[in-house]
């Protein structure tokens, strides 16, 4: 940090104009990464194992991947019936749990916060 309470890449970013990409952060690992627009999140946590999102079927059928979604849900794809189905079966239909599995970032956000539920 430098005196003004801003990091050297922060003012960088300022200084050129460069967008900030979103940032996604799993719990309870504490990992954290740049997300861009687009990415599934299988595919990214695929990327960083240290993520620490358990898969077993990665086809909305299991809800081993289950993560509850504590920011950035608004930015989030929509949830189609079979993972709605699959979320209802472990009665995590309080509408911010989700399958990463199916998870895709369609917008731009500020920051993604990621809780992996327990099994």
Partial sequence: ??????S?????????HLPRMPRVKFLPSGFETDIQV?????????????????????????????????????ALSAMDDDEQEVIEIFGDDRGDVRLCCQIRLEKDCEKLVLEVCDP
């Fill in 38 to 74: 687009g990415t599934s999140l299988v595919d990214l946590t695929d990327e960083y194992p240290e993520a620490e999102v358990p898969y077993s079927c990665r086809s909305a059928s299991c809800g081993t991947c289950r993560v509850q979604v504590k920011e950035g849900k608004e």
């Fill in 1 to 6: 940090m430098n005196r003004f309470g801003r």
């Fill in 8 to 16: 050297s890449l922060d003012l960088l970013e300022r200084l050129l």
